[in-house]
């Protein structure tokens, strides 16, 4: 089964940070670029960020103002996100997700994990 | 950053009727255009890529088309399990989303 799960998030100071895991199965996880995606409460989705296969090719969403960075771990079959800097608007539940195809470029997303709350507050 | 903009952003229908959503892009995407579907609790579920093909696994019920700017997703009879929110992605730069219209029972 194609899956993805994500992990790492919680309770953060403001000015903390947080990384956040997904972890990849049945698929060939290293023939994908990957995404983030965030929702805030009760709002609609943000694309933050993408980093294709071999991480050759790395995106981020101008919003974030160079406080987050994609990685990913292609022999553990992981994607990563390091978030710095964090603000009460970076409160959402964050998704890793996976497009629909392996060509390279920008595609529509097929497989989502269920998300990970992340809670900046003091 | 192309802005993607949904209407409305509330629609209300009764089962069995069709809805007819909406979505504008501020510049042209071409045909990469993705719809999607969005539970209470649950990631969103993809419906429609390619401005008008629908998603392994989609009922024929749900349609998409247009071209451009210009993008509308049909739900051709609505049964209860359609009631959700539905946003419209674009792909042909980067990534945007439009804000969303939530589908709900009249």
């Known amino acids: 089964e194609v899956q993805l799960v994500e992990s790492g998030g919680g309770l953060v100071q403001p000015g903390g940070s947080l990384r956040l895991s997904c972890a990849a199965s049945?698929?060939?996880?290293?023939?994908?670029?990957m995404n983030w995606v965030r929702q805030t409460p009760g709002k609609g989705l943000e694309w933050v960020s993408h980093?294709?296969?071999?991480?050759?090719?790395?995106y981020y969403s101008d919003s974030l103002k160079g406080r987050f960075t994609i990685s990913r771990d292609n022999a553990k079959n992981s994607l990563f996100l390091q978030m710095n800097s964090l603000g009460v608007e970076d409160t959402a539940v964050y998704y890793c997700?996976?497009?629909?195809?392996?060509?390279?470029?920008?595609?529509?997303?097929?497989?989502w994990g269920q998300g990970t709350m992340v809670t900046v507050s003091s | 950053e192309i802005v993607m903009t949904q209407s409305p952003a509330t629609l209300s229908v009764s089962p069995g009727e069709r809805a007819t959503l909406s979505c504008r892009a501020s510049?042209?995407?071409?045909?990469?255009l993705a719809w999607y579907q969005q539970k209470p609790g649950q990631a969103p579920r993809l419906l429609i890529y390619?401005?008008?093909t629908r998603a392994t696994g989609i009922p024929a019920r749900f349609s998409g088309s247009g071209s451009g700017t210009e993008f509308t997703l049909t739900i051709s009879s609505l049964q209860s399990e359609d009631f959700a929110v539905y946003y419209c992605?674009?792909?042909?730069?980067?990534?945007?989303f439009g804000q969303g219209t939530k589908l709900e029972i009249k």
């Open positions: 997700a996976r497009p629909g195809t392996t060509a390279t470029g920008t595609w529509a997303f097929d497989i």
């Open positions: 049945g698929f060939t996880f290293s023939s994908y670029s």
């Open positions: 980093i294709s296969g071999s991480s050759g090719n790395i």
């Open positions: 510049q042209s995407v071409s045909t990469n």
């Open positions: 390619g401005a008008s």
């Open positions: 992605q674009q792909y042909n730069n980067r990534y945007t």
